[in-house]
């Protein structure tokens, strides 16, 4: 007999600790039987148990009349139930942040500047999906003053069903470009696959933060009263790019103490990130000096625009993942900077649909436009179009071929879609 979701929720304030994969098992955590179509947890339900699961939370019968074996009738289902039954106890913000490119290094900034000030939990990592998304909500812990969830969507519909459990009080769309096209239908169905996050906070009463100079996101929050607007010339705070050399070096002209910002982040596309954190920051009354500290002291560690030092070799590692705005605002990006002996190493860009082959044009076309010292493009439909660059399959190829080229001395941006591993390049 499917146990109910509040009594699971009593065996999960016991046990407060959730696991979907037997491999990172610790004694006394809750084992979500989880399964697709190339897996089955239930499987391994008694192995589970076995490692010291306190319970196994199956949707298939097990041989077994172990009483620590939790009956439900979807284990995924069971598992985003718990996770909106555990929001529903809290009474603090929960600040939403989806988008197609910045939305990690947004949340990573948000997370940064309001733990200055509060309890502060955030999403780990890469949970931002069906899955992630549960188990970060339910990782938040009873002292929580604020949470920061990060939404990631590859199709319409996504992004709802995640404020279904979530609930966000405030939301955050970082921008909507030229990502995961094939599943979102076009360019108009990423706007309203992520406006959807905003249909919720406007249906919720809630409040969001909006970049005044992406004017579809002035459309795409009409009827939202509680807007905080940040931008390059208008919003309660604003401020432009002073430098990037490599490292972003911001001026402030309004909505701050402060006047000028040096962060740790390589990129002028980030800019609408930092001001995003720092309106965050001033809606929640964290001081100005705390907000100045907070955002510069942060440094990225998870392969997004990342400034990484090899010998005599400089390199800007973003190989997270690439779709075409991003891919085009790096390039951009790196060809403005003053730096001798520029190479670029770019993997193929995923989930582009019948627009791949054209996209991959574009971002050769973009590329032939400057001097670089040599380029190398690597899978994907790099391979379906016609380029004077040097052409890889794998990264691991494009290793080899950079290994024997013995480089000094040089600037390198390696970017690429997260399937293609291009931080294999300088293993």
């Given at each position: 007999m499917p146990v109910t979701i509040?009594?699971?929720?009593?065996?999960?304030?016991?046990?407060?600790?959730?696991?979907?994969?037997?491999?990172?098992?610790?004694t006394g955590d809750l084992f979500f039987a989880l399964k697709g179509p190339n897996f089955n947890g239930n499987l391994f339900a008694l192995q589970a148990l076995e490692a010291g699961a306190a319970y196994v939370i199956t949707d298939e019968s097990v041989n077994s009349n172990d009483t620590r074996i939790i009956p439900v009738n979807d284990v995924l289902n069971a598992l985003q139930q718990l996770a909106k039954h555990y929001r529903q106890q809290f009474n603090i913000p929960y600040i939403a942040i989806t988008g197609s490119n910045g939305k990690t290094t947004t949340k990573e900034l948000v997370h940064a500047v309001?733990?200055?000030?509060?309890?502060?939990?955030?999403?780990?990592?890469?949970?931002?999906?069906?899955?992630?998304?549960?188990?970060?909500l339910l990782r938040i812990k009873k002292d929580a003053e604020i949470a920061v969830i990060e939404m990631g969507a590859n199709h319409q519909k996504e992004i709802a069903g995640y404020c279904v459990y979530t609930q966000p009080t405030h939301g955050i769309i970082t921008n909507c470009g030229k990502a995961h096209l094939e599943g979102f239908g076009g360019a108009?169905?990423?706007?309203?696959?992520?406006?959807?996050?905003?249909?919720?906070?406007?249906a919720h009463n809630g409040s969001i933060f909006a970049f005044d100079d992406y004017d579809y996101l002035h459309s795409m929050s009409k009827g939202i009263s509680n807007t905080s607007w940040y931008g390059t010339s208008a919003g309660e705070v604003t401020g432009h790019v002073l430098q990037s050399e490599p490292f972003l070096e911001i001026a402030i002209i309004k909505g701050t103490s402060f006047q000028t910002l040096k962060t740790q982040l390589v990129?002028?596309?980030?800019?609408?990130?930092?001001?995003?954190?720092?309106?965050v920051g001033k809606k929640f009354n964290v001081p100005d000096e705390k907000i100045k500290s907070a955002i510069e002291n942060y440094s990225p560690s998870n392969s997004r625009?990342?400034?990484?030092?090899?010998?005599?070799n400089k390199i800007i590692l973003d190989a997270y993942n690439a779709n075409p705005t991003s891919m085009k605002a790096a390039i951009e990006n790196f060809a403005k900077l003053h730096a001798d002996n520029k190479m670029l190493m770019l993997g193929g860009m995923m989930e582009l649909g019948e627009e791949s082959i054209k996209e991959h044009e574009n971002i050769a076309a973009l590329?032939?436009?400057y001097k670089w010292k040599s380029v190398a493009l690597v899978g994907g439909d790099f391979k379906n179009i016609s380029h004077p660059f040097?052409?890889?399959?794998?990264?691991?190829?494009?290793?080899?071929?950079?290994?024997?080229?013995?480089?000094?001395?040089?600037?390198?941006?390696?970017?690429?879609?997260?399937?293609?591993?291009?931080?294999?390049?300088?293993?």
């Amino acid at each position: 007999m499917p146990v109910t979701i509040e009594s699971l929720y009593q065996v999960f304030l016991r046990h407060p600790s959730i696991q979907t994969d037997t491999r990172k098992l610790q004694t006394g955590d809750l084992f979500f039987a989880l399964k697709g179509p190339n897996f089955n947890g239930n499987l391994f339900a008694l192995q589970a148990l076995e490692a010291g699961a306190a319970y196994v939370i199956t949707d298939e019968s097990v041989n077994s009349n172990d009483t620590r074996i939790i009956p439900v009738n979807d284990v995924l289902n069971a598992l985003q139930q718990l996770a909106k039954h555990y929001r529903q106890q809290f009474n603090i913000p929960y600040i939403a942040i989806t988008g197609s490119n910045g939305k990690t290094t947004t949340k990573e900034l948000v997370h940064a500047v309001l733990s200055e000030q509060y309890k502060t939990y955030t999403t780990e990592g890469n949970l931002n999906n069906h899955i992630g998304i549960p188990i970060t909500l339910l990782r938040i812990k009873k002292d929580a003053e604020i949470a920061v969830i990060e939404m990631g969507a590859n199709h319409q519909k996504e992004i709802a069903g995640y404020c279904v459990y979530t609930q966000p009080t405030h939301g955050i769309i970082t921008n909507c470009g030229k990502a995961h096209l094939e599943g979102f239908g076009g360019a108009e169905g990423v706007k309203k696959g992520k406006g959807e996050l905003f249909d919720y906070i406007r249906a919720h009463n809630g409040s969001i933060f909006a970049f005044d100079d992406y004017d579809y996101l002035h459309s795409m929050s009409k009827g939202i009263s509680n807007t905080s607007w940040y931008g390059t010339s208008a919003g309660e705070v604003t401020g432009h790019v002073l430098q990037s050399e490599p490292f972003l070096e911001i001026a402030i002209i309004k909505g701050t103490s402060f006047q000028t910002l040096k962060t740790q982040l390589v990129g002028e596309y980030n800019l609408p990130n930092v001001l995003c954190a720092i309106a965050v920051g001033k809606k929640f009354n964290v001081p100005d000096e705390k907000i100045k500290s907070a955002i510069e002291n942060y440094s990225p560690s998870n392969s997004r625009s990342q400034l990484i030092e090899k010998g005599t070799n400089k390199i800007i590692l973003d190989a997270y993942n690439a779709n075409p705005t991003s891919m085009k605002a790096a390039i951009e990006n790196f060809a403005k900077l003053h730096a001798d002996n520029k190479m670029l190493m770019l993997g193929g860009m995923m989930e582009l649909g019948e627009e791949s082959i054209k996209e991959h044009e574009n971002i050769a076309a973009l590329i032939d436009q400057y001097k670089w010292k040599s380029v190398a493009l690597v899978g994907g439909d790099f391979k379906n179009i016609s380029h004077p660059f040097l052409f890889f399959n794998n990264a691991a190829d494009a290793r080899d071929w950079f290994v024997q080229q013995h480089v000094e001395n040089s600037f390198i941006l390696v970017k690429g879609s997260r399937s293609m591993q291009m931080e294999k390049v300088l293993a």
